[in-house]
């Protein structure tokens, strides 16, 4: 399974502040998700987009760990996930995206991905 995030739509889905930090709150999620992965709460591969101000917290490319991936959306941080899900379910992949974002899960449905939403996450790092 790939587990693909949508890192807008996890750390805007409780206000904790994190509007005052964009970069912060997307380092703090990478952070979550590294400890989650090596802890055995979620098992990689892992992708997790980030898109505007986001991308400054964290550098684009292989992650902190193995298994772990992150893409910078130069703009529009949906469409990059629904082409990442779409190619990967497209070679077979299991891929679950998560996302609370309603157009976002239909796309990621349709390309064949399965959807939870970020208190799925949320509970796991």
């Known amino acids: 399974m790939h587990l693909v995030v949508d890192a807008a739509n996890v750390v805007g889905s409780r206000p904790d502040g994190w509007w005052r930090d964009r970069p912060g709150a997307a380092a703090r999620l990478v952070n979550g998700l590294v400890a989650a992965l090596r802890a055995g709460a979620l098992d990689g591969p892992?992708?997790?987009?980030?898109?505007?101000?986001?991308?400054?917290g964290v550098t684009a490319g292989a992650g902190p760990l193995p298994g772990l991936a992150v893409r910078h959306a130069e703009r529009d941080g949906d469409s990059v996930i629904a082409a990442l899900a779409a190619d990967l379910a497209a070679g077979g992949t299991e891929v679950v995206v998560v996302t609370a974002d309603h157009g976002l899960r239909d796309r990621v449905r349709a390309a064949g991905a399965r959807v939870v939403g970020p208190t799925w996450l949320r509970d796991r790092i």
Request: no cysteine; aromatic share 0%.
């Open 46 to 56: 892992v992708t997790v987009v980030l898109e505007g101000a986001a991308r400054a």
